[in-house]
């Protein structure tokens, strides 16, 4: 059980244009949703935090009009890079957290994105 | 803010040694998780420590975390191949805020 998907796993978009990746917990309800972004051999960055239903809370540093996070149900968030350039080719990972199980975040296979 | 180190950075070991990655946090923490990520792939949840001087058994991989609650140990015995990846603690620190640690790149020579 706890299995989260992504989608896409990757993509390729050219500069300017925005790319949503979804991520959904297939077998069980993600109260919370994380998304991460991972540069190569590098570790994990927290980018934001949200609950279902409420907005998502933002890391310092990260910009809230150019990373759009949407929680709309239990079992699915998106997050849309809006006006992508070059430097937000990353690796971007969501987890999702059920906090009937207590701590433990499950991540998806993450989303591989490349801006030219 | 909270900051979460780990050591080593990297760690080369021949398969049948052990191997041990330590994590520092800046602030005390509710709980400490650990996650291993193979090349290629997503973190995959090992383990949570909630209790002071808390220590857990997986077979082969022993966890410990610190009386103060700021720190953390991984100890594998007795390396396989299978354990290569990268070893994350991520701290939670009563839910203000959740970081990685910069994780120990273990390979294991066979």
């Known amino acids: 059980g706890a299995v989260v998907s992504q989608h896409p796993s990757w993509v390729i978009c050219k500069s300017g244009t925005s790319v949503k990746i979804e991520c959904r917990s297939l077998?069980?309800?993600?109260?919370?949703m994380f998304w991460y972004r991972q540069f190569p051999k590098q570790s994990l960055m927290l980018m934001a935090t949200s609950n279902e239903g409420s907005k998502a809370t933002y890391e310092q540093g990260v910009e809230k009009d150019k990373f759009l996070i949407n929680h709309a149900s239990l079992t699915l968030s998106t997050l849309t890079v809006t006006s992508a350039h070059p430097e937000d080719s990353s690796f971007y990972i969501c987890s999702a957290r059920d906090s009937g199980r207590g701590y433990e975040q499950y991540f998806g296979p993450g989303t591989r994105l490349t801006v030219t | 803010g909270q900051q979460v180190m780990q050591i080593p950075q990297y760690q080369h070991v021949q398969e049948g040694e052990d191997f041990t990655t330590y994590c520092n946090s800046s602030t005390t923490l509710s709980n400490i998780q650990w996650y291993k990520q193979r090349p290629g792939g997503h973190p995959v949840f090992l383990i949570q420590l909630v209790k002071s001087g808390e220590v857990k058994k997986q077979k082969r991989l022993t966890f410990q975390f610190g009386e103060a609650k700021k720190n953390s140990s991984l100890h594998i015995t007795a390396t396989q191949t299978t354990d290569v990846g990268t070893y994350f603690c991520a701290g939670d620190n009563y839910g203000q805020n959740f970081v990685f640690g910069p994780g120990t790149r273990l390979s294991v020579l066979p």
């Open positions: 077998d069980f309800q993600a109260t919370t």
